[in-house]
């Protein structure tokens, strides 16, 4: 054990880099598919076909095809046809096409759960569509999208482990190299996973006081609680469990 | 690579049945899989129930554990700690326990959504609890979980190919073990793509349906 | 029909029909509101009156005849004898006109009190904002929610809510005002505290009214004509004083015994 920790210390310094380089994909995978969900979730709901008939091709097709495929696919195939990018750009683009699909689903219902009176109430204040949107309904859809958006992180987080196998240096290398150094398994993946289950833990926080944030410009929160933030499921309704009392 | 051009249908025609055998695994393993995380995330949605927080806290903490980091690295440490076991197996098992975390939320969340009346009628017919939970509450909540089962089996279904990683020839690794021999990834890569869409796009149109029944 | 001195009616139907799916609503409606007038609109629920509302808000599509403010087309107009959609930037040019407080209020949550009624004022009338303070304050005055200018829209009750949103409808300064069923969700001891606020607001100013209600009293106090509506069609119109209380018409002296209780 004192060897594991030993080589644990030596493999410290490469943490930093290894940590930054899944926290790149990650929060670039994020950002990109924010705006590809954005685009598309509108597009879905736009009322002319040939700009909802495509939103949804693209959403259907970056959701059906696995993500796995669609890294190594852009990795592989797509330098053969002339596009050839960095793997971190790689990595990124994937997680992002491939999120920014189901996030755009998030948007899509978000947008839609905003009640009709929202948008008629704007309409009778002669508001444009996109004034609309950007102060009225979005504000508003926000609030919904947050947590579901805050389930996509983790998912977005968890894929991409995957880039390890297109030669990036992130998280998972390090693990593998922590691996190599102690061939203690049990030791360096039990150390690696809880690196990142905290990085996991942290990007809840960060939505968690999103939401909180949110809903107290509607007017809706109470002053957040520490549990609510800190918690890793926000808003689990206490009350009704009491009720309904213990286990058989 | 081919002179003609960069795609050729031969060598897509020619790949199709090594991914097809990939494809039976693929599907073999995610109908174990979400067998055994129905059956597990019902179990640890009932012990969350527990009335000690001792049992609750420590359960919460393992299920959160395993439910926020990647599977992909679940996968290969059980594969290089359980050296005896055969990776399909292993790779049942991860998926199963992996997803078994998602599936105590939606079992909760179906639970939860029991109307209290239920209980307080129950309650005032003197049910024992067991026969409380077994006649009345789990034959409702488990309905309401049927389309996040369905949603979860089909995104169980697009991670499978994570198994490449444990040496499992599902149909990714079937790919690429195509690809190596004969240097025609593009083909390869691309008909696990199609296949992909083609199994999950009409599921996904069956869970959504589903979802609206259920609603 | 009734027209003002100008002679240009500030609201005008032409045929306007309107179908939700087979229903048909409105069928090939007739009827104007010269400038300065205070229409109350009275009839069974599901007899048009509010689709009148709604359509002059441009929030349902007539399918088909004109809508005419201050005699310009504003959602449709015939290019030769073809009946056309006209441009949302057009429209938004007429609906600057037309303002419209809802039977829910309808304040939005993300905003403060202040801000939903300077936001479309800042936005699309493109006054400063040290102007659209101001004249938001004013109203706000008026309609005495003065000290709630920072709350949260849902930290109000339905009364303070729905005084909130005729000041924010008033904050545009519309020609023509519509008011739909704008007491229908409140409790009844606040119903009067929202009708005095309006009531001062028709005393005081020459905005164009167009009301659904079913305080036939308020009614009665406000407005100048009232047009009885069956199966989009109107059955009766006459001054208040008439119409309340000796209707020719047989469907009318049903409704108002029904609604009356007497």
């Known amino acids: 054990m004192s060897d594991d920790l030993q080589a644990l210390v030596d493999r410290l310094p490469s943490l930093g880099d290894a940590v930054l380089v899944t926290l790149e994909m990650t929060l670039g995978g994020a950002v990109l598919a924010m705006v590809v969900a954005l685009v598309l979730g509108f597009g879905a709901r736009t009322r002319s076909l040939w700009v909802r008939g495509p939103s949804r091709v693209v959403i259907e097709f970056f959701r059906g095809t696995s993500l796995v495929v669609q890294i190594f696919w852009i990795f592989y195939v797509l330098p053969q046809f002339g596009f050839k990018m960095e793997a971190l750009a790689v990595a990124i683009v994937a997680l992002g096409l491939n999120y920014g699909a189901y996030a755009a689903e998030v948007v899509r219902g978000s ?46 987080l968890k894929g991409s482990a995957l880039a390890f196998y297109i030669t990036l240096h992130d998280v998972f290398w390090w693990i593998d190299n922590l691996q190599r150094d102690t061939r203690d398994t049990f030791f360096s993946y039990g150390v690696g996973l809880v690196i990142y289950f905290v990085i996991a833990y942290v990007l809840t926080w960060g939505m968690n006081w999103a939401e909180e944030r949110a809903k107290r410009r509607l007017g809706r929160g109470t002053r957040p609680r520490l549990r609510d933030v800190f918690g890793l499921k926000p808003g689990v309704p206490t009350e009704i469990a009491r009720v309904k009392g213990g286990v058989a | 690579m081919n002179e003609e051009g960069i795609w050729s249908w031969e060598k897509a025609w020619e790949v199709l049945p090594s991914l097809l055998r990939g ?58 700690l359980l050296v005896d076991v055969p990776p399909l197996v292993i790779g049942f098992g991860v998926l199963g326990v992996h997803y078994a975390t998602y599936m105590s939320e939606v079992y909760r969340a179906g639970i939860e959504a029991v109307p209290p009346g239920q209980w307080e009628a129950a309650t005032a017919l003197n049910l024992p609890k067991g026969r409380t939970w077994f006649a009345i509450i789990l034959p409702q909540a488990i309905r309401k979980t049927l389309p996040g089962l369905g949603n979860y089996a089909v995104s169980m279904f697009k991670e499978t190919p994570f198994l490449f990683a444990i040496t499992v020839v599902e149909m990714y690794s079937a790919a690429l073990n195509f690809g190596a021999n004969t240097f025609s990834y593009i083909e390869a890569l691309t008909m696990v793509g199609l296949l992909f869409l083609i199994v999950s796009y009409p599921t996904s149109l069956l869970v959504r349906r589903m979802e609206i029944r259920f609603a | 029909m009734t027209t003002a001195s100008n002679g240009t009616p500030a609201i005008e139907f032409k045929d306007v029909v309107k179908r939700f799916g087979d229903n048909v609503v409105l069928d090939k409606l007739n009827f104007s509101v010269a400038q300065g ?42 290019k ?102 704008v007491t229908s969700a409140l409790d009844p001891e606040i119903v009067a505290d929202v009708l005095g606020v309006l009531r001062e607001i028709a005393n005081t100013t020459d905005i164009t009214m167009l009301l659904v209600t079913h305080e036939m009293q308020f009614a009665r106090e406000v407005s100048n004509r009232v047009l009885m509506f069956d199966h989009g069609k109107i059955v009766e119109e006459a001054d208040p004083e008439t119409m309340f209380t000796n209707p020719t018409h047989e469907r009318t002296q049903e409704f108002l015994k029904a609604v009356l209780g007497r």
């Open chain 1, 111 to 156: 947008i839609e759960s905003v009640p009709t009176a929202q948008w008629e109430a704007a309409t009778a204040l002669n508001l444009g569509w996109f004034h609309k949107v950007r102060r009225v309904v979005f504000p508003q859809a926000w609030a919904l999208m947050i947590p579901q958006l805050a389930n996509l992180l983790i998912q977005l």
């Open chain 2, 23 to 80: 494809l039976v695994i693929t599907i073999e393993a995610t109908v174990v899989g979400m067998v055994i995380a129905s059956i597990l995330g019902l179990l640890i949605a009932l012990a969350m129930r527990a009335p000690t927080r001792w049992v609750r806290g420590p359960l919460r903490l393992v299920v959160d554990f395993i439910r926020m980091t990647p599977l992909l690295v679940q996968l290969v440490f059980a594969w290089l």
């Open chain 3, 37 to 78: 007038d205070r229409v109350t609109l009275i009839g069974p629920s599901g007899s048009g009156k509010t689709t009148i509302l709604r359509l002059l808000m441009t929030l349902e599509e007539a399918n088909g005849g004109l809508i005419l403010i201050d005699g310009d087309p504003y959602t449709h107009e015939y």
């Open chain 3, 80 to 181: 030769g004898d073809r009946w056309v959609e006209i441009p949302e930037k057009r429209r938004r040019l007429v609906r600057k006109r037309v303002g419209m407080v809802f039977q829910q209020f309808n304040l939005f949550p993300n905003m403060t009190v202040l801000e939903n009624i300077t936001e479309a004022p800042i936005h699309v009338l493109g006054k400063s904002k040290k102007d659209a303070v101001e004249r938001a304050e004013q109203l706000l005055e008026q309609v005495g929610m003065s000290e709630k200018r920072d709350f949260k829209t849902n930290q109000l009750s339905g009364g303070q809510q729905q005084r909130v949103a005729i000041a924010r409808a008033l904050a545009m300064d519309p020609e023509i005002l519509l008011l739909d069923e």
